[in-house]
């Protein structure tokens, strides 16, 4: 069973850099697709980025994102968000969630159900 566990959340000052990571257990991530999503209370969670398990698909990233936030695969258990030049409104609680493919399924990872989810770790941006 896939368990998945958010690190490296904490306070930054705007313009500053985080990377966070979504560390793996019970199994790795080598085949799964995975996603970072945030959400600030009393809002819809965002779908941040995404990224399958092949190297011909590109990454998605939301427009508020792009050009700034790098999604990696740094290992078999190890998917990474680095972020940078943050602004005061990536202020949330991130969470790294991932669902495992289907066969013949061609939609891309911004259009999918993820089934599970990290507990989040929280990232403020405030001078």
């Known amino acids: 069973q896939l368990q998945l566990v958010e690190s490296g959340g904490g306070l930054v000052p705007p313009g500053g850099s985080l990377r966070l990571s979504c560390g793996a257990s019970g199994s790795n991530l080598d085949y799964w697709i995975v996603g970072w999503f945030r959400q600030v209370p009393g809002e819809a969670r965002e779908r941040v980025s995404c990224m399958t398990a092949s190297h011909y698909d590109s990454p998605y990233y939301a427009d508020a994102v792009k050009g700034r936030f790098v999604i990696s695969r740094d290992n078999a258990n190890t998917v990474s968000l680095q972020m940078n030049n943050l602004e005061s409104g990536d202020t949330a609680v991130y969470y790294c969630?991932?669902?495992?493919?289907?066969?013949?399924?061609?939609?891309?990872?911004?259009?999918?159900?993820?089934?599970?989810w990290g507990q989040g770790t929280q990232v403020t941006v405030s001078s």
């Open positions: 969630a991932a669902v495992y493919p289907i066969g013949g399924d061609r939609r891309g990872c911004q259009d999918l159900l993820y089934d599970k």
